[in-house]
């Protein structure tokens, strides 16, 4: 659906559309046919703005255009449709909602706690964060089908639900799975799961901006806390990942010199706040590995041994196949490849979908010397990968290794 549309346009309609969403959604109360209408809306106007150029208001055209399906879908009378066209027109001025404030509500309003975290996170990354299934899959590691299948579930339980603007106090009870929508988004946008582009900026700036109005709304929450140095002290990389042609370039290749340094200083100076109120959330501990990652102005400077701990200690806060992964890595760095390809026997169910495992014992196969069976990695991971750049890292990373080999 990408294709062809200007960047400008996309980059709007994704701005707008959970502002829409959240305004149809509470007048109707009816979260599954909102988001339909939307989204005819969103179609209607990728076709008509690049040739017609944009309305004098983007916001208004959509409620109007996406109101209008909306009644259209529930074949209402004549005069309920002037009555809700009218308060449309009333709800475009920015006086009466901040637009803003709106999507971060969307977030908190759909991760309803009578579903799952899971589905929650799920249907919230699809419907009000734009992330295609596929890329929600890949962040979950579960094949795209059986996450089609999670959203629907996720969607026709939430469209039975009261749909009320959660009141402040009700955010915290919200906070783990909204945490976890921001975070994914970003970490789509800081490693796109597919296409051309390493890199997303918009969902990264997205993600961050949203982070710093939920911190700015609970300032003494330590895991928000968290995660805002979390996603600085990470996106603050963003300028050395990337080659002139756009190809993928490792961490421990990098020009750290061309790292974001102000916002490697913010991001600390909050992980030090975050970590002050003790490691015992996961998105304090990451900021944590973030920081010393960041903090080393040489790769041989970096302090593995503190990074094996952190993620010794994650893995008992929020166990998980990536983060048991991560671990094998810094494991590989303390004690030898041989001790981190130990460490990630039994990842493969996990990871049967992506190309994260092999990826990862590719470069501990080339570690350790053991070039065919590093290249076979490659290979695997290189087929499994839908990124551009990580399919040319890894495809000459095996190409280079075929030839240190010789016949």
């Avoid at 790292?259 to 975050?274: C, K, S, Y």
């Avoid at 990580?390 to 075929?402: N, W």
């Amino acid at each position: 659906m990408r294709e062809g549309r200007p960047p400008e346009v996309e980059l709007l309609l994704r701005e707008l559309a959970p502002q829409v969403l959240g305004v149809l959604a509470r007048r109707s109360g009816d979260f599954g046919a909102a988001e339909d209408a939307v989204q005819e809306a969103l179609i209607a106007a990728a076709a008509q703005w690049p040739a017609d150029g944009l309305p004098e208001s983007p916001r208004g055209w959509l409620l109007r255009v996406a109101q209008r399906r909306l009644t259209d879908t529930v074949r209402a009378e004549i005069a309920r449709r002037r009555r809700e066209e009218t308060v449309v027109d009333r709800e475009v001025t920015d006086a009466e909602v901040s637009a803003r404030d709106d999507t971060l509500a969307m977030y908190v309003l759909c991760c309803h706690p009578a579903l799952p975290e899971a589905a929650a996170v799920a249907l919230t990354l699809r419907a009000v964060g734009g992330l295609e299934t596929r890329a929600i899959a890949a962040a979950f590691l579960v094949p795209e089908a059986t996450m089609a299948q999670r959203i629907a579930r996720a969607k026709k339980k939430l469209a039975g639900l009261p749909f009320i603007r959660p009141e402040p106090a009700e955010w915290r009870e919200r906070l783990e799975p909204v945490l976890r929508v921001l975070y994914v988004i970003f970490t789509e946008g800081h490693t796109a799961s597919a296409g051309a582009e390493l890199h997303r900026a918009d969902l990264a700036a997205e993600a961050i901006r949203l982070t710093r109005a939920l911190h700015r709304l609970l300032p003494d929450d330590p895991e928000i806390t968290g995660l805002l140095a979390l996603l600085l002290l990470t996106d603050a990389r963003r300028g050395a990942r990337t080659g002139p042609h756009g190809e993928l370039i490792p961490l421990a290749e990098q020009d750290r010199g061309r790292w974001d340094r102000a916002m490697i200083g913010e991001g600390v100076r909050l992980a030090t706040a975050a970590i002050g109120a003790g490691l015992a959330g996961p998105y304090r501990i990451q900021a944590a590995v973030a920081a010393l990652h960041a903090q080393a102005l040489r790769v041989a400077e970096t302090d593995w041994a503190g990074i094996l701990a952190l993620y010794t200690m994650l893995e008992r806060v929020a166990p998980s196949p990536v983060v048991t992964l991560n671990r094998a890595v810094a494991v590989a760095m303390v004690d030898g490849p041989a001790a981190g390809l130990a460490a990630t026997e039994g990842l493969e169910p996990a990871f049967a979908t992506s190309h994260r495992l092999d990826a990862v014992r590719g470069h501990l196969r080339e570690l350790a010397g053991d070039t065919a069976r590093a290249v076979a990695h490659y290979d695997a991971a290189a087929a499994k990968t839908t990124s551009t750049p990580e399919r040319d890292y890894l495809t000459l990373r095996a190409a280079r290794l075929r030839h240190t080999a010789g016949p």
